[in-house]
C-alpha cells in the first residue's frame, strides 16, 4: 500500500507505529530508520511522518547544496515523493539514509539539467530571429534568473504544451503529436506561435 502523499514534507506523525522507537535528538539510527521503512511499506502512515522528520535535515541540507537558490523545498518534496513511490523496489542493500539521498541527488541533477535545457532553449529563441542582438541580454538575465518558467506560464495551453514537448523536454515532433493527439503539423504551428510569443514578450521585457 503506498504512504499518504499528504504527509510527507513538515508533517506532523499521525498516531503511534507498533514495534518501532522514537527516533532521538541525536538522530535515529539505520536500524531505526529500515524499521520505519519497512512499516512505511506496509501503508503505515506514523512510520511515513516518522521517517520524514528523521531524515529531513540531511535532505534538506543537500537539496540547498545542490539545487538553485529557493528551490530546496520542492527539490526536498521530489525527493520523498520519488523514494515513497519506488519503496516496493528499496532492498536495504544501502543504509535508509545514503538511499535517501542518492534519491535527492539525481532529483538535484535532473532540475539543474532542466534549467539548463530551459536556458539553451531561451538562447536559440533569441539566436535564430531578426531581434536577437537586441534581446539577447534581456533574454541571458531572464534565464539566469528562471523567469522562463514564468514566460511559458503566459503561452496560451495548447501552445505552452507543444513548445515544452518538443523545445524543453526535446520530443520528436511526431512524438509530441502522438502525445497531444493531434496532427504534427498543428504541432509545428503551434510551437511557431509559441515561439512567436515568448520572443514578443522578451522584446518587452526589453522595452521596460
Sequence with gaps: MAPS?????????????????????RGASELVLAALVEA???????????????????????????????????LVQETYL???????????EAPVTVW??????????DDVRRRARRRRVM?????????????????HELAVDSDVDRLLELLEPE????????QVLGLEYAAAAEVMGCPIGTVRSRVARARG???AMVERQRAL
Design 159 to 166: 501552445r505552452r504544451e507543444a513548445f515544452v514537448l518538443t
Design 123 to 139: 538562447e536559440r529563441l533569441v539566436r535564430h530571429t531578426s531581434i536577437a542582438d537586441s534581446v539577447a541580454p534581456a533574454a
Design 5 to 25: 502523499s499528504a504527509i510527507l514534507v513538515g508533517a506532523s506523525p499521525v498516531g503511534q507505529t507498533r514495534g518501532v522507537r522514537e527516533p532521538t535528538d
Design 197 to 199: 510569443d515568448l520572443i
Design 82 to 92: 520519488r523514494a515513497f513511490s519506488s519503496l516496493a523496489t528499496y532492498r536495504g
Design 40 to 74: 512505511a511499506r506496509e501503508g503505515d502512515d506514523a512510520a511515513v511522518a516518522r521517517l520524514v522528520r528523521a531524515t529531513q535535515p540531511a535532505v534538506w541540507r543537500l537539496c540547498q547544496a545542490l539545487g538553485s537558490d529557493g528551490n530546496a523545498d520542492d
Design 100 to 109: 535517501l539521498l542518492s534519491i535527492a541527488r539525481r532529483v538535484c541533477a
